[in-house]
């Protein structure tokens, strides 16, 4: 993404994965993002922690910025919901690009990153 490490909060909290593992963030970044098609959009600034370690996920967008959204999500659809003043945006997933990046993640070797941050 080109986000150099200079942009990065350092954090001490540690994630806990499924299996009890626990991972330390190399940081938080904050980014702007938009979401939805014109004019059916929301934009918010949004804190993502920055991993080093093997994902089926580019990012993970947690309750605190859903709820902010006031989104509804449709896990079966693939797909979010959220109320805009010019009607309900939406963001849709892929289920054949879903499980083609799913397929691909676990045929790599565990080198893979969440979000890449290049020094500069």
Known sequence: MGIS?????PTNAPLVG????????????TLF???????????KDVAFLVINCSSAYNAILG????????A?????HLMVKFPTEYGVGKLRGNQV??????????????????????EQ
């Not at 098609?37 to 929301?42: C, F, G, K, L, T």
């Not at 690009?97 to 941050?117: P, V």
């Open 97 to 118: 690009a879903t499980r083609e990046c799913y397929i691909a993640m676990m045929e790599m070797d565990n080198h893979l990153q969440a979000m890449n941050i290049e």
């Open 5 to 9: 490490r200079e942009r990065l909060v």
């Open 63 to 70: 309750r605190p910025i859903l709820n902010a959204w006031k």
């Open 72 to 76: 509804i999500t449709l896990t079966y």
């Open 33 to 43: 993002v938009t979401v939805g098609d014109y004019p059916q959009q929301v934009t």
């Open 18 to 29: 499924f299996g009890g593992t626990r991972v330390y963030p190399l940081g938080v970044v």
